[in-house]
């Protein structure tokens, strides 16, 4: 007989209420405080040219700079998530292997990437490595290959494509720094599964690549993915860190408007609510993954 899943009571007491009030109390006068203490003059209404602009020349509407680099934010920290979650796995995967050269060659990598600062990783990887990189590969003769039409579809996923090597950079720097959690997450995650599945599927005549795909990993996924979702939103707010490069993301951008508005409590505050709003709706599709997963 199946069970229904225990539904929790949400009953708020007069102690939450109250301290609910008093943190809105405190909240609301810090506001009033900031809107009429201050000696600074508020100037709200220039936020909305820069998340909505419209273009004469085309007589359309389109996004403003910061809603730009927010969408340039967006495919960051997507593509950046994606290779990041591909090679934390594998370095996850190394850090549990039997093989002791497998173990070395993660334990190496997790402990320099994570002891070194990701900013000085930033400007070594971009100034130092990959320039090389990039020259090896080919990348600039790469773009200027491409025709109109290509670079016009590849912008939706990269961004402009004369910025393309630059994008390339970071994206690989971020996924290199973040990797080196997901696999101290992965690791974890593997570990926390009892023996006795291990025993109890070799007693079946499996190996342990038929163990780990098919009883370990799908176990232990839904153990790490509160982890892995969290890893992925401070992703999001670690991308932040490639304007030191040019990026055109959404802290880029936003330094670029307050040197010609010098409304910087505006567009910081204009900031923040994006960020948050971002990663709030990344947090509320996990929960959601989450509990899917728990039902099935």
Known sequence: MKTQPHKRNLRISPLDASIILVLAGMLGYVIFKAATGLNY???????PQYLLRFNTN???WGPGLLTQGLITTIKLSLWSGILATILGTVMGLFRVSPSLFKRQIATTYVGLIRN??????IFIFYFFIGDQIMALLHIDDFVYSLSNETKEFMSIFFGPMNRFPQ???????????????IAEIVRAGIESIET?????STALGMNRTQTMLHVILPQAMQRMLPALAGQFISIIKDSAIVSVISIEELTFQAQQVITTTYRSFEIWTTVLVMYFILTFMC???VRK???TLRRN
């Open 41 to 47: 003059h508020w100037k709200w209404e220039v936020i």
């Open 58 to 60: 085309t007589q359309t």
């Open 116 to 121: 070194t600062p990701p900013l000085v990783l």
């Open 167 to 181: 994008f390339l950079s970071a994206l690989i720097t971020l996924a290199l720094f973040e990797a080196a959690y």
């Open 196 to 200: 006795g599945q291990w025993e109890a």
């Open 283 to 285: 947090s509320l599709a």
């Open 289 to 291: 993954l989450e509990l």
